[in-house]
Structure formats: structure tokens, C-alpha cells
């Protein structure tokens, strides 16, 4: 591994930013701030301390340590063949979020924004999360930085990831379940705003995506872009060519503009955002806000989100967690109108059976979230196979998935799925059926242990 | 010409603060909440902020939360809206729709802007739309000759009281305190403070206060200071408890006399 010596003062080499957004924070007519005058004085300060922090050499040696020494940057590039065997003659490269402190890419944002918040002179942090992996960032940071942390939280998603909040709760956090609406990610969204309007002479709001009002969506970008950064220079260094595509999950986006933006000026680099399909994009239960919605505005930006006829938020659903969110950052909105990315809805079903083949081929257990850019790369794959370096067919395609987290948080909700825990009660869901062959393979050696099976001596 | 501003000169002309109350559309029926607006108007409401549910109401408390959520719920739409609207005119008060950004847009601004005209409003008022991302809808209301009323908070910078208030036309909505909407204890100096910072920003437009009032006695404080006195969460309560148009009516009662006080 490589260590990177943290810059020296004068010798600044910021990666290049895209041309986006503009100095009010839109992205063609996405973006902007849709919220209470009350929170302008607030955003106008986090956005003029944002400014001058990014290019302070003093921040970005503080930050270049945290990273190294705390997160464990950077996170390697690990080939999978055995996966990629399901990907119809691609080979497949994942980027190891999964391996950072505390599990996933969330840590990248949330250490940024809690250097931010030493930096305006503030002695607490609100978060909202709807997986639990950017409140554990939160308290994390929280804890390191010796600042106090409330994390929102629906209720629901309290039950679905249980492990989590406990985590939390051992960070020394507080972690408010949230009764309001759909008791989901978008309502402890609605309740850290609260939170933030009502305290924030003292309090500042570590948003956990690339959505919200300016500057969060650019804030958030910059300090999640370090994936793609090194991303790319690992797959140039090691293959000596750029990928044919780039791949992530998309909650609010905030993993898949990591990884984008540094691919976003190589043209020959299709970027692919797998959102949330739930039980399909034409059965109304779903979470892909891109694919299924419709422009406005939602949480203080302009972006597509799910909607009914009298402009009220539609409740998403997903088996994800993290990706059950009915808004979107603005910058995929507008990634997706240029026709620079493209989005895609990937099932329930079809996550989950690319969650159990890469725990069974590999040996690495996904977050569901990242199991649907998993998803979607196996679909791709099978699309372009052989067919890479930009599509001349002479050796195969090279493609790049983001792997955003790990799937401790998700063993539960796993082995419901899969029929691993009360064989008497649980049909299980498809991926590790019965038969385990129809999940084309998901052991490949054709020893499949069945999954209501999985736990028996054979 | 500008209704609200107008309605506000006549009530200054009688040595009083104009009283604005608040109301969701659709709580807990749309008929109900209709008539609980004109009991209002019957107790000595000037101004009723006809209130557009939303699914996710960012500025506001629990009481005002919970009863937009049943009428979300239910389902209400523009359509009732206007007929809110229609009846409130009829009853004799200056109807001005309150609403978050997204039930408008998506709407159609220009649309909402028409038929809101239509249907006798004056205007809106937008929580969560800032004069700088409102330049649709500020086209739309001049084409329309309708009111926009923005807000201001204690946390307003000089130099955004000034370009908030040139952008309005009505009144401004001085947010009392840092928060969300609820009755409170007490009112607090920060909106006095305000009211005077904002009136130096813009000597020829009504100042209103909102956030925090329930009381006749709060009423009367506020409208010491201030061009009117804005009531919400305290005439949802009346809702919410179950004493419908009734208490509705007794609490513009017993606001109205404060605001004379
Ligand atoms: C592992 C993981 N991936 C992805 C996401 C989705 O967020 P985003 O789209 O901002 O990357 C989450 C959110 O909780 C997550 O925990």
C-alpha cells in the first residue's frame, strides 16, 4: 500500500472541479436553496467556511492524516474472477469503501465536515441517517473530535438496523427515533432541520449525501470525490487503461459521485447509477427517484423525486436501507439531463442474489446497498461482456464498482431473506433458494449449500 | 394595488395590528376546515392564511405537523385550496395562500398564479422559497398583481432584510424566533428587535409577527410593536382538540380584543 505524504505548504494541487455547480449552488436548474430564511445566515457561514477551508494547506494536512491514519485510506481496488464469472466475460474491479473505518464511504464526508465544524466554532453535531452507516459516522467523528452528536433516525429504519443504533449508542451518541410521516430516512431528514433551525447558534448539521440546500451538495462531493480520485489512478496503474464503466449504488448519491467525478471528463467512461428498484419500478414500490420520478423540490434543492399529482413526497421502498430515500442529489439530476450518467433500477431480488454470489465467490459480504451496483454490473456485464476498451471488442470489458459499504449491519435482514434463521416460518426470497442453482451459481463449484440448509452439518 | 398591504393600512387606520390566522386546508374534513376558517373571519380575523398540506413541513411543529398529515393523507389538493380561497373572500377577509415550494411547482406556477387570481386570493406566502430562487413566481404574482410575502428571521443579515423585503409585496413575515411554529410561554425580545431592524430595511412595508402566539395578552404585546399578529398553531389546537369552528371563533375573539388592547 501507499502512503501519501500529506501536502506541503505552497506546492496545493487540488484535483480540478467540474464546472459545477455555480456560485448559488445550482446545477443547471437543479440544486439551489428551498429553505426557511431562518437557515440562510447558517448555510451562507458553512459556505464561506467551506471555501476558505478547502484550499487552507493546514486543513488539507489535517485531512490527508485522518484519512491515512484514521480511515485508512486509500482503500485498495480488488479484482473478483469468480464474481465476474456471472458478468458475462467482463472482469470486474470493486473499490473497497467496505474496508474503511466504520464500514463504509460515509466516514470520507462526515470527517470533513467535523474538521468544519471545529473550524466555525461549534461544539455540536445533528445527523440524520436512514441505514445507520452515516450516524456512525457521525458519532465516530463525533467522539474523535470530542463534540456532542444527536442523530435522527425513523423508527423504522431503528428496527431494520438495529446494530447500528446500538453502535451508536456505544459512540456516545444520542439517536432520536423519528415517529413523523413514512418514519423513514426523509422524515429524520425533516427533524434534523428542525433540530438545526431551532439550534443553530450552537449546533451544525452533518448532512450525510450529495442533497440539500447549497453548499452541502458540493461539500459533500468534494470530500466523497477521493474515491474516484484514487480509484483512478489505481485502475491506470494497474491495467494501464482507463474502465469501460463506472458503477455505484444511488441513495442520495453520495458514494456514486465519489466515484464519478473523476471519471466525469473521460468521455469514453460510462457512468452507471444503480437506484433502488424495490419490488419493480412498475409496481409504485421503490425507491429509484431518477428512473420512477418526476423534477422538484424536496429537503432545500431542486432534483427528481417521487411525488404524487399534488406535489406531496411519495413514501419509497426498499430492502436497502440506506437507498430507501424518494429525493436524489442535485448533481444526478443533472448528470442525467446532460446524458453524461445513466440510472438504472435494480430489484430487491436482484440485489440480493448479487449480495449472496459475492459472499459465496469471494468471500467479501456487501452492504444491500452496494449489492445493487453489484447488481448492476453482472447486467452490464452480460451486456457488453468481452466487448471493452471503449467497445473495439479486443479484450473484455473492464468495469468499475464502487463498493460502498459492508454488509455486517445487514446480516439480519440477510438471513430473513435468505430463510437462514426459523426454517419453520420463512419462505426464502430468491438469490439462495432452495435449489441455490438458479441464482446462476452462487457457489460455483456446484456445492451449493441450500439455504434453509446453510447452517446443518452435511 | 395590494390587498393584503390595504386590509393592513385600514386596520392601522383604526389605531390597531392586523390579525392573520392560520388554518390547514382539510383537517379535519375540507368542509370542516372551510368553515373553521370563516368562524375565524366571524371572530375578528382580517387575514387568513389559507394552508396548503405537505408531506414534509419542515418549519413547523408538532401541532401544525399533525394535522396537515391527515389531510395529506386524505389526499387534498389544489383544487380544495381554492375553494378555501373562494370562501374566505366571501366571508369578508383577505384570503392569502400559505404553502411550501413543491405543491406549487408542481402545480405550474403560472397556473397557480391564474387561478388563484381567479378564485379572489391575494397571494402567498412561502416558507421555504427565498426571494433568490423566486424569480418564476415573482413574474407570475406581478403578471397576476398578486401579493408575495417572504420571510425574515432574527438570524437575517442587513443586507438580506433589505433584498428579502424589496421582493415582497403585502406584507413581510418577521419570524418571531429561531424555530419552528408552536404556541410558546412568551414571545420574546428577539421579535421586537427584529420588527425595529426590519422596518429601518423597509420603512414603507407591514411588518407581521408570527411564530409563538396563542393568547390575547401575546397578542396584544406583538401588536405593540408590529403591522400584524400571525396565529397558527394555536387556532390548529382548536382543531386538534375537537372544538372545531366554535373555539375557532372564540380564540379571533379573544385575539381580536388584543390586538386592539
Ligand atoms: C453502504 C452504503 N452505501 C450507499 C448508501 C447510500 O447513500 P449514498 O447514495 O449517499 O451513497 C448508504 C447509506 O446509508 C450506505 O450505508
New interface residues.
Given amino acids: 500500500m501507499t502512503t501519501t505524504s500529506p501536502p506541503q505548504p505552497g506546492e496545493l494541487s487540488l484535483p480540478a472541479r467540474p464546472g459545477w455547480p455555480d456560485r ?1 449552488g445550482h446545477f443547471g436548474v437543479f440544486g ?11 448555510l451562507d457561514e458553512l459556505t464561506e467556511a467551506y471555501e476558505a477551508m478547502r484550499v487552507d494547506p493546514a486543513f488539507l494536512a489535517e485531512f490527508a492524516r485522518l484519512q491515512r491514519d484514521y480511515t485508512g485510506r486509500p482503500s485498495p481496488v480488488t479484482e473478483v474472477p469468480k464474481f465476474a464469472e456471472h458478468c458475462g466475460g467482463a472482469r470486474v474491479l470493486l473499490k473497497r469503501e467496505d474496508l474503511n473505518h466504520t464500514g463504509s464511504h460515509k466516514i470520507n464526508n462526515v470527517l470533513g465536515q467535523a474538521l468544519l465544524t471545529k473550524r466555525i466554532g461549534k461544539q455540536r453535531v445533528i445527523a440524520e441517517t436512514g441505514a445507520g452507516q452515516h450516524g456512525v459516522a457521525t458519532a465516530t467523528a463525533a467522539a474523535l473530535m470530542g463534540l456532542s452528536c444527536t442523530v435522527y433516525m425513523g423508527e423504522e429504519d431503528t428496527r431494520r438496523q438495529a446494530l447500528n443504533v446500538a453502535r451508536m449508542r456505544l459512540l456516545g451518541a444520542e439517536v432520536v427515533p423519528v415517529t ?2 413514512s418514519r423513514t430516512l ?2 429524520a431528514i ?1 427533524e434534523a ?2 433540530d438545526w ?2 439550534n ?2 450552537t449546533t451544525n448539521y452533518v448532512f450525510g449525501t450529495v442533497a440539500g440546500p447549497h453548499p452541502f451538495p458540493a461539500m459533500v462531493r468534494d470530500f466523497q470525490r477521493v474515491i474516484g480520485d484514487e480509484a483512478r489512478g489505481q485502475v491506470l496503474e494497474r491495467e494501464g487503461r482507463l474502465p469501460d464503466a463506472v458503477l455505484a449504488c444511488v441513495g442520495g448519491g453520495s458514494n456514486a459521485i465519489g466515484i464519478f467525478t473523476a471519471f466525469v471528463p473521460d468521455d469514453g467512461v460510462r457512468l452507471i447509477g444503480l437506484e433502488a428498484g424495490g419490488d419493480g419500478v412498475d409496481t409504485g414500490r421503490h425507491a429509484a427517484t431518477i428512473t420512477g420520478g418526476t423534477p ?5 434543492a431542486r432534483s427528481y423525486l417521487l ?1 404524487d ?5 411519495v413514501e419509497s421502498h426498499s430492502i436497502s436501507a440506506g437507498l430507501d430515500y424518494p429525493g436524489v442529489g442535485p448533481e444526478h439530476s443533472y448528470l442525467h439531463d446532460i446524458g453524461r450518467a445513466e440510472y438504472r433500477a435494480i430489484t430487491d431480488a436482484e440485489a440480493m442474489e448479487a449480495f449472496a454470489l459475492l459472499c459465496r465467490t469471494e468471500g467479501i459480504i456487501p452492504a444491500i446497498e452496494s449489492a445493487h451496483a453489484l447488481a448492476g454490473v453482472m447486467k452490464l456485464g452480460r451486456e457488453v461482456g468481452g466487448r471493452g476498451a471503449g467497445g473495439r471488442g479486443d479484450e473484455p470489458a473492464l468495469l468499475l464498482v464502487n463498493l460502498s459499504g459492508r454488509g455486517d449491519k445487514d446480516v439480519e435482514t440477510a438471513s430473513r431473506w435468505f430463510g437462514l434463521g426459523d426454517r419453520e416460518e420463512v419462505d426464502p426470497g430468491p438469490g439462495l433458494d432452495t435449489d441455490q442453482n438458479p441464482t446462476e451459481g452462487a457457489v460455483s463449484n456446484d456445492e451449493a449449500v441450500a439455504g434453509p440448509d446453510a447452517g446443518e452439518e452435511l | 394595488m395590494s390587498a393584503l398591504g390595504n386590509r393592513i393600512a385600514a386596520a392601522r387606520a383604526q389605531d390597531r395590528a392586523a390579525l392573520i390566522a392560520y388554518l390547514p386546508v382539510g383537517y379535519p374534513t375540507v368542509d370542516e376546515s372551510i368553515a373553521a376558517m370563516v368562524a375565524a373571519v366571524e371572530g375578528g380575523a382580517d387575514v387568513i392564511e389559507i394552508g396548503i ?7 413547523d ?1 408538532p401541532v401544525i ?1 399533525e394535522a396537515v ?1 391527515a389531510a ?1 393523507r386524505a ?4 383544487r380544495d385550496v381554492l375553494r378555501a380561497v373562494a370562501a374566505v373572500a366571501a366571508a369578508g377577509a383577505v384570503p392569502v395562500v400559505m404553502s411550501y ?7 405550474g406556477v403560472e397556473r397557480f398564479a391564474a387561478d388563484l387570481a381567479a378564485a379572489g386570493g391575494a397571494g402567498a406566502i412561502t ?4 426571494p ?2 423566486a424569480a418564476g413566481w415573482l413574474a407570475a404574482a406581478e403578471e397576476h398583481d398578486l401579493d408575495r410575502v ?8 442587513d443586507a ?1 432584510l433589505r433584498s ?1 423585503t424589496a421582493a415582497c409585496r403585502g406584507f413581510v413575515y418577521a ?1 418571531s424566533t ?3 411554529t408552536g404556541t410558546r410561554a412568551t414571545v420574546g425580545d428577539a421579535a421586537e428587535a427584529l420588527v425595529v431592524r426590519t422596518r429601518e430595511a423597509a420603512p414603507g412595508l407591514a411588518v407581521c409577527v408570527g411564530l409563538g402566539v396563542s393568547n390575547g395578552s401575546q397578542a396584544a404585546e406583538v401588536a405593540g410593536f408590529a403591522d400584524g399578529v400571525i396565529v397558527g398553531s394555536a387556532y390548529v389546537r382548536e382543531m386538534l382538540e375537537g372544538r372545531g369552528a366554535d373555539g375557532v371563533r372564540a380564540l379571533s375573539e379573544d385575539l381580536a380584543k388584543g390586538v386592539r388592547a
Fill in positions: 448559488t439551489g436553496r428551498f429553505v426557511p430564511e431562518a437557515l440562510i445566515a447558517a413523523t410521516g426523509k422524515d425533516n432541520f428542525r433551525v431551532t443553530v447558534e422538484g423540490v424536496l429537503h432545500g411525488q399529482d399534488n406535489g406531496q413526497t | 398540506p405537505y408531506s414534509d413541513p419542515g418549519m411543529g405537523q398529515d395529506v389526499g387534498v389538493g389544489m415550494w413543491n405543491p406549487i411547482e408542481r402545480y416558507p421555504d422559497l427565498i433568490d430562487e417572504f420571510l425574515v428571521a432574527p438570524s437575517s443579515t438580506r428579502t419570524a429561531m424555530g419552528v
